[in-house]
């Protein structure tokens, strides 16, 4: 009938349909246009997936390297094991410190937004406080070490540098979880987070409840206190 096509249509193997007009394409071969047109959706959605547009993950791996620090103490005879992920691309370390006791606490630092987290083990907390100079200095040995491919320190008991910095947790300073960054909401998954600030010492009547020790290439170690401030 006049003002009608005729439509051939079939399933290859794989059950996919393919649909000519007949008079127009039909001395192609059905099996070419089929593979062409799934390489062509093969090739759209590898595209996509490239540029993001699928929402899928995007994977930092290629932009971390792992550091592993051992830090002997000032006796030589205990070693503070610590690893660390630096990841330059987001300005992220994330150090893994295991103490003499094999008690693990983790500590991020956020370059970026200068910031530093800690999670201590067996709290239910976490900690935040602002970076200063010190600390921006610190982290950078751990960007040169990791661009040199130094993934293994054996830092020196002579030439080893400690100080220990007091911080006190400040009253009623929860921090609000929605208003921080993904690393920190990931760290600190149903934990509370507290901020905190420097201070010259617990005095005789507080008590330090906690220390973690951070050690860097530079050959500086950090003994990080803690202690809740007067309300």
Known sequence: MMGHRLLICWNVPEGTGCCLNRGSSANIPKKVICVSLSASLLLILLTLG?????????LHSKSSQAVRIIAPDPTGVLLLNQSAVVDQQNGLVTFTVTSGMNLTSTVLFDIKHGLICYQPLRQESCFLRTMETSDYEDVDSLFQASAHKQSDLQLSVNETQRRTEFLGVVAASQADMSTLEEPFQVLCRDRTIHWTKRADGPGKQRL???CIDI???????????????PD
């Open 208 to 210: 330090v409840y906690f």
């Open 215 to 229: 050690c860097f290439p530079n050959n500086i170690c950090v003994s990080v206190c803690f202690y809740y401030l």
């Open 50 to 58: 490239l540029t993001g547009q699928l929402g899928l993950p995007y």
